[in-house]
C-alpha cells in the first residue's frame, strides 16, 4: 500500500513542487530580507511549479521537461552549505565552465554531507520520474483541473504582493543604506534564471575575443637603451590574502624569506578586484578593472604591450586551460605554456610507449621555476614573463611538500568547522610555500645582473 502510494502520480506531483521550493525556503534564512519578501519568494514560486507541472497529466515526463529547476535546486542547496547564504551568482556558472575538473573535484570531495543530501533528496524525485514516464502513469483529470483552478486563483492575490514589494522597497532606497526589492535578485529561481543570462552573455564576449582585438594595438615603445638587458617576472598569485602574509603583520613567521629580503617593496591598502579567477586575472593583465570592466573585450593585455615594446614574453602557468581570457591573454605571448597539461600530455606518451610513470602530479608552484629558468637561459636581452600560480587554493594540502610543513598539524583536510585549525595550518603552509617561490625568483633575478623587478 505504501509502495503504491510512492508511486503515485499525486505524489510525485507533490513530491516535486516542494522539492523545487526547498531553496525558496533555505534562502529566507540565509537572506537578509523583509518578512514581505520572504512570503512572495516562497508562495508565488511554489503557485508557479504546481500550475506549470499541472500542464501535462504524465507527471514524470513534466519532472523531466523541468530537470533544469531541478538541477539548479541541488546546485543552490550545495552552495548555501558551503557559503552560508547567496544565490547561484554570474561567476558560479563562469566557475562551472572555466574551473578545471581536478579543482572541483577536490572541492567536492570536501562537500560529502551537502552532495550526499541533495541526492537523496533530488535523485529518486527523478528515478520515480522516469519510471512513471516509461510506464505512461497519468494523473487523474479531476486532479489536473482543480490543481490548475487553485493554482491560478492563488497566483494573483501573490501577485499584488508582489507589487506590493516594490511599492514598499522602491527604488532609491539601497542609496539610503535600506533594502531594495528586484525581482531578478530577491526571487529564485527569476534571479537564477537571469544571471545564468548574464554568464551566456558574458561567455558569448569571451568566444568572440580574438576577432575582437585582432585589430588593437598600444603602439608600445621602450625608452631604455636597446642593448640594456632586462627581465621583468610578474607573478599572479591565486586565493593568497594579505592578512596571513607575515608582511602584512600575521603573527606567524609566513614570510622567513621575504620579510629579510633587501628591496622589497610592500603595496599595502591594496585588494583584489574579484573573488574569482577568471575575472579578477585578466584584470590584472589588462588595463580593464571592475569598474570598467568592458574594455577587457576590445583591448589585449600586457604581454601583448611588452611584446610590442622589443621584449621576449613568456606566459607560464601551474593552472590547467579553461578557454577562458586568461588562456586568450596568455597565448598573446612569444611562448605560452601551462605546465600541468604538458605533464599530462608527457605522462600519457610515456605509458602508451610503456615506459610508465610512478610520479605522482604535484601542483605546487615550485613546479614553475624550471621552466622560468629555462627562459631565462635563452639569452634574450630583454625579457617579460607571466607566471600564473596554483597559489593556496583548496584543497591546501596538496600545494606544498611535506618537509616544508612548518605549521602543523595539517591534516585532516575536510572542510568542516571542527577542523578549522588544522585547515588554518594547512592554508598558512601555503602561504610559506608561496613565500620560499617568490625568494627563489628574485634571487634568480639578482643573479643575471640585468635591470629586473
Known sequence: MKLRLLLSPRFLFFYMVLSLAVPNVALCFTENTPLMADVVGVLLPILVYALVMSLDRCVGRMVWVLFL???FAAFQMVLVYLYGNGVIAVDMFLNLVTTNPGEAMELLDNLVPAVAGVFILYLPLL???????AKGVRIDREFQRLAIR????????LALLLVGCYVAYPKG???????EYHIEDNMYPVNVFYNLCLAV????????????VADFRFNAVSEHAKDSAEVYVLVVGETARSRDFQLYGYNRPTNPLLSITDGLLVFRNVRSQSNTTHKSVPM???????????????????????????FYTVFLSNQQPNHSYIDFLGSQADEHLFIR???????????????GNDVVE???????????????AKGHKKLFVVLHMYGSHFNYRDRYPQSRARFVPDTPTEAKPENRPQLVNAYDNTILQTDYILHSIIEKLRSTGAVSA
Open 69 to 71: 529547476l531541478v538541477f
Open 127 to 133: 528515478a520515480i520520474a522516469a519510471w512513471q514516464w
Open 150 to 157: 487553485r493554482a491560478l486563483c492563488l497566483i494573483l492575490p
Open 173 to 179: 532606497n539601497e542609496k539610503k543604506g535600506k533594502f
Open 201 to 212: 552573455h558574458e561567455s558569448s564576449l569571451s568566444a568572440h575575443y580574438n576577432d575582437n
Open 284 to 310: 590584472l593583465l589588462t588595463a580593464a578593472t571592475a569598474d570598467d570592466h568592458d574594455r577587457l573585450h576590445h583591448e589585449k593585455g600586457i604581454l601583448a604591450a611588452f611584446r610590442e615594446a622589443g
Open 341 to 355: 597539461e604538458a605533464d599530462a600530455k608527457t605522462d600519457e606518451a610515456e605509458g602508451a610507449s610503456g615506459a
Open 362 to 376: 604535484q601542483t605546487s608552484d615550485e613546479r614553475l621555476l624550471p621552466f622560468l629558468n629555462k627562459a631565462m
